[in-house]
């Protein structure tokens, strides 16, 4: 039972060659392409529409160096919401659910800011592993303890969308499962627990979709205190 419950998160193979490069670019082929026209069709002005809302509330609070960034975390964006969204869908098979997929993601994209930091203004970068007006004595746990917080910011960011994202799918599989179950047994309890199935399914794609802002957005707040 529990194989048949993880196999769902399995890297799909076909003659023994993994599917997972076909699963992240196929998404992006269902995106509209921008027009010569006037007045964009319904799609590209709601894609359009979530991407300036999105883009103004994470790069807000950042200042304007750190305003370069606004292509790669948008498109970072739009990525995972795909990935994580298509993924709900049946015979579909979800990329970010792979831990080290997000780890990659999260960890170059960390020691790119990191980078940036130490680069453009080291004193600053420095000076947040330290709190302003701490004991001279607790220095050093301070320092110690600051440094292992940054080295955990990446693995924090790859675990949480892994996490969460299993989560939910597991739920919805088990859930499903008993669905099937009581359907000759107990059909009325069968058709609660399919109504049940609907809302988690629901309740799954907001959380595909505030999953990958978050994602996104803690990345923007990495940049902030480096820019």
């Known amino acids: 039972m529990t194989l048949s419950l993880f196999d769902q998160f399995l890297s799909p193979v076909v003659c023994w060659i993994p599917l997972v490069a076909i699963a992240i670019t196929l998404p992006w082929i269902l995106f509209p392409n921008p027009t010569t026209r006037w007045l964009n069709n319904r799609s590209l002005t709601s ?5 300036s809302q999105a883009t103004s509330q994470i790069f807000s609070p950042i200042n304007p160096p750190g305003h370069k960034w606004a292509l790669l975390l948008s498109s970072l964006l739009i990525f995972l919401a795909t990935m994580n969204t298509a993924g709900l869908l049946p015979y579909t098979f979800t990329p970010t659910s792979q831990l080290s997929i997000n780890m990659g ?3 170059a994209l960390w020691m790119g800011v990191v980078i940036l930091g130490m680069r453009t203004q080291p004193t600053h970068s420095l000076g947040h592993l330290l709190p302003e007006g701490a004991p001279a004595l607790l220095t050093p746990i301070l320092v110690i303890i600051e440094t292992i917080s940054l080295f955990i910011r990446p693995i ?29 047994i107990m059909p009325v309890t069968a058709i609660f627990t399919g109504i049940l199935l609907f809302l988690l399914a629901l309740l799954e794609a907001a959380v595909a979709l505030i999953q990958a802002y978050v994602f996104v957005l803690l990345l923007s707040l990495y940049l902030q205190e480096n820019v």
């Open 105 to 107: 993601l999260a960890g």
């Open 156 to 184: 924090a960011l790859g675990v949480r969308l892994t996490a969460n994202l299993t989560a939910g799918h597991l739920l919805i599989q088990l859930t499903s499962t008993a669905t099937l179950a009581m359907l000759t």
């Open 47 to 51: 894609q359009n529409w979530f991407l």
